[in-house]
């Protein structure tokens, strides 16, 4: 009997023990699987506060970065332009008008653009009518700035270094007139700083520049699906030498 309840005692206690490792191996086995789920958790946090504090700072970036405009000097079809106040106007013909624009909309002090048609003959150019050739007008980016903040003789600079000035009536695989090298003043004050500025470029590259310099005629705005058309669509395929905004 007394041999029984010691048998009944060590199985107890056997019994108990075997329990006890089951339930730490339960503990073990819950570890396991608790402990990665809670690693990934916390992996899933601080990627989604990485990303929360990315897009806090694209947005403080952006709200920093000034908006450039679209409607230059209240460009319209044919009508007569006006800058907001303090603000100058500038047209530049460089070739394909698609680059042109989207080196100018990286100028700081660049407040707003547009593409169109000027320097011919014509009083309804449309795109297929200017690569007819017989109109006479250029493809233009027309600008519009702030004096303030960028000089027109600084847009110049971005003129001359963003295209190749030597090549009469073509940029690159562009050929015509409509993508002839051209500057369109609005003042007498411009067409100076603009003739300076052919000197000067001729002299640092030694080579003749057929940039033509003429008072602005009526401008006429492109077709909607020119405006911006880089921007709008990541293209940046035009014959338009690098420029990333730095002067």
Known sequence: MLQHCGQVAEDARMGAAERNRSALAGIDLNMNRILPLAVLSLSLFGCQAARAEETSKAGATAAK?????????????GTSLTA????????????????????????PGVTATAVGYTGGHTKD??????????????ETVLVEFDPAKIS???LL??????HDPTTLNYQGPDYGDQYRSAIFTFSPKQAAAAKKAIER???EIHEKVVTQVSPI???????AYHQQYAERTGTHGCPVRGFNGAI
């Open 157 to 162: 600079v971005v003129f001359f270094r963003i």
């Open 125 to 138: 150019p449309t795109y297929p009518k200017v690569c007819g050739h017989d109109t006479g007008h250029a």
């Open 84 to 107: 907001a106040p303090g603000h100058e106007l500038a047209a530049f013909a460089a070739g394909c008008f698609w680059g042109v624009e989207d080196a100018f909309r990286k100028v």
């Open 201 to 203: 470029t001729q002299d």
């Open 217 to 223: 005629g009526p401008f006429y705005k492109a077709e």
């Open 65 to 77: 970065a000034p908006r450039v405009g679209t409607d230059p000097g209240k460009v319209g079809y």
């Open 152 to 154: 027109y003789e600084k």
